[in-house]
């Protein structure tokens, strides 16, 4: 946003002094311009004009300090320039000193209302402080917000958004930038919607991030609309992307991983195990890739491949606390819970108060039947991350084995709000609700459930019983056979000792 011409006022007898150093600028010969301005610094001293060059020159050069010194000395000479005060403003700013910058621009619309480029730097002012409504007055009063304006200027573009998301106005943003989406180079499309997405607006982030033409998309482009469409469960449709950022960048560690993850919060770990799997061999030094692998080996009771994974893993990160939580879960998984409760310790002393380690000590303790323990844990996690789903699913489980019934829907429901992955939280939370006389809601709730999770005896027996609560008769007598029937082909499978490994 620097002026590509400069034209100054000055004294007669430095003018001429001046031109050769401008004229190096003008070729982008920032250090020739400063070597220039510096010979004649004496007979320039009383030149507002000669210090607004030499600051321009000097910032150019990448000699910030000297660019602030040089401009605070040419508006100590000229009190009354609001451009200058603008020039000193955007020097600020763009060397990282925000407060400063919007003293010195606020200072430049009061000598000059009109100065339109005082006012789009303080916006950036304003945004760099978090001082909102500010920003948004600002905007409001300039007229700096039109649709045309922002995509010429596409940092303001992305100021605009800033501000109003943070104010929560996101249709003030829909209604200038929708009309121009058309218009937008793929650019600002991009940084919109990763915008949007940073903050959790994730079907705005997708509407801006699909405009971008596929000629000119990325892997990035395609990864950050799975991205987007995993956090709003739309898993079919996340893959669909993956899969296309994949086939422009075959290596794509991340996307792997994201699949894998999706898989996993389906509740479909046979399936995500094959693709955490790939993105391991893509970056075996990944400890959050180890620990979703080994965790969905554990669900599985692969043991024997889970501790691999964490054997090798740890080998490179011996203290890393999500890796020694895996195999504190493993261990616990096998029956081990002193063992888990060792190496749950470790990576609490590696990482105090971490939640997940909290939860497994938790876990451990419930194993060990001192639920007074277990739940002084899971409150310390929940102190720490009061929206965890597994805290809160697994307090909610132990106050409804205590038939708690009040406390434990809280936590349950809260829960299965946060994470609807979790079969074992929804039929407790269906347990719970026909404990507080609201069975129709639990009905809602299971049939709700994904075809994965209604592939249980242990969901048929409990809509059956919900449904004789009911006196649904014909439903209840339906679900019962089901539950029969699973249990009779149950029985009839043939057994096989669990091979505690993995092929893959």
């Known amino acids: ?162 501000t109003f998301i943070e104010l929560n106005q996101p249709d003030r943003i829909d209604k200038v930038l929708y009309p121009e989406l058309n218009n937008m180079p793929p650019g600002l499309l991009f940084s919109l919607g990763t915008l949007f997405a940073k903050h959790g607006l994730y079907a705005r982030a997708i509407k801006y991030l699909q405009q971008i033409p596929a000629d000119k998309a990325d892997d990035a482009v395609y990864f950050n609309l799975g991205l987007a469409y995993s956090h709003l469960e739309k898993f079919e449709d996340s893959r669909g992307y993956y899969f296309q950022a994949i086939d422009l960048k075959p290596g794509h560690v991340e996307a792997y991983f994201h699949v894998g993850l999706d898989y996993a919060a389906a509740g479909d770990p046979r399936k995500a195990i094959p693709w955490l799997a790939r993105a391991q061999d893509k970056a075996p030094s990944r400890a959050d890739i180890a620990y979703a692998l080994s965790e969905q080996l554990i669900q599985l009771q692969y043991f024997d491949s889970a501790k691999e994974v964490l054997k090798r893993a740890l080998a490179e990160n011996p203290r890393d606390s999500l890796l020694l939580v895996a195999l504190g879960d493993g261990e616990l998984a096998e029956g081990d819970s002193p063992g888990a409760l060792d190496t749950y310790n470790q990576a609490l002393t590696a990482s105090p108060k971490m939640p997940s380690a909290l939860i497994g000590c938790a876990r451990a303790y419930i194993s060990q039947g001192k639920e007074g323990e277990a739940r002084t844990l899971l409150q310390e996690a929940l102190s720490v991350t009061p929206n965890d789903p597994v805290a809160l699913g697994e307090l909610g489980l132990l106050e409804a084995q205590k038939q708690e019934w009040a406390p434990a829907f809280e936590h349950l429901n809260q829960a299965w709000s946060e994470d609807r992955s979790n079969s074992k939280v929804a039929l407790q939370l269906a347990r719970t609700l026909q404990h507080l006389n609201r069975a129709e809601q639990a009905v809602q709730l299971l049939v709700s459930l994904p075809p994965a999770a209604q592939n249980s005896s242990a969901f048929h027996l409990e809509l059956a019983q919900l449904y004789s609560a009911l006196h649904r008769t014909s439903d209840a007598e339906a679900q019962r056979e089901a539950f029969q029937k699973l249990q009779a082909q149950n029985g009839e499978a043939i057994r096989f000792a669990s091979p505690k490994t993995y092929v893959y």
């Open 1 to 162: 946003m620097l002026p590509l011409f400069i034209f100054f006022a000055v004294t007669s007898s430095c003018e001429d002094s001046l031109k050769p150093a401008l004229s190096a600028l003008q070729r982008n010969d920032a250090p020739g311009a400063v070597s220039l301005l510096e010979s004649v610094r004496t007979q320039c001293s009383r030149s507002s004009s000669f210090y607004d060059l030499l600051g321009i020159a000097s910032e150019f050069s990448g000699n910030t300090l000297a660019a602030e010194n040089a401009l605070r000395q040419a508006v100590s000479l000229d009190p009354k320039s609001s451009r200058l005060f603008a020039d000193l403003g955007a020097t600020y700013l763009r060397n990282k000193k925000p407060k400063d910058a919007a003293d010195a621009l606020s200072h430049a619309l009061t000598l000059d209302s009109t100065n339109t480029s005082a006012a789009t730097y303080l916006i950036g002012a304003y945004v760099a402080t978090a001082e909102w409504p500010k920003a948004a007055g600002l905007f409001d009063r300039t007229g700096i917000a039109s649709g045309q304006n922002l995509i010429k200027d596409q940092i303001v573009a992305l100021w605009f958004a800033q």
